[in-house]
């Protein structure tokens, strides 16, 4: 199972981006995807996720700016971020919580990380 992530660049504070990732490879079902964030001398922080069913979280720090959206058949997540500031400056790690195979076990899988820097 392989997550591609991308989207992740330079942008101006107040400006936007958009991350995609695609989860590729035997995937049986998707229970939850998201996007985790790492900023420099922090924390990883869970920004933004979506389940299987629709539901959705969002980190108090983003709501409001960020929408995440997915694409079942696709196995794409996308986050839609906007009225960017300096503190969202960070790596974005996709990750997802999924199956493999019929009646198999369910783990984390992760992509590689994008960067993105929002300057003032």
């Known amino acids: 199972v392989q997550l591609q992530a991308s989207g992740g660049g330079l942008v101006q504070a107040g400006g936007s981006l958009r991350l995609s990732c695609a989860a590729s490879g035997s995937i049986f079902s998707i229970n939850s995807i998201g996007w985790y964030r790492q900023a420099p001398g922090k924390q990883q922080e869970l920004v933004a996720q979506?389940?299987?069913?629709?539901?959705?979280f969002y980190a108090g720090s983003v709501k409001g700016r960020f929408t995440i959206s997915r694409d079942n058949a696709k196995n794409t997540v996308y986050l839609q971020m906007n009225s960017l500031k300096p503190e969202d400056t960070a790596v974005y790690y996709c990750q997802s919580y999924l199956q493999r195979y019929y009646r198999g076990p369910s783990g984390d899988y992760w992509g590689q990380g994008t960067q993105v820097t929002v300057s003032s």
């Open positions: 979506v389940t299987t069913g629709g539901s959705t």
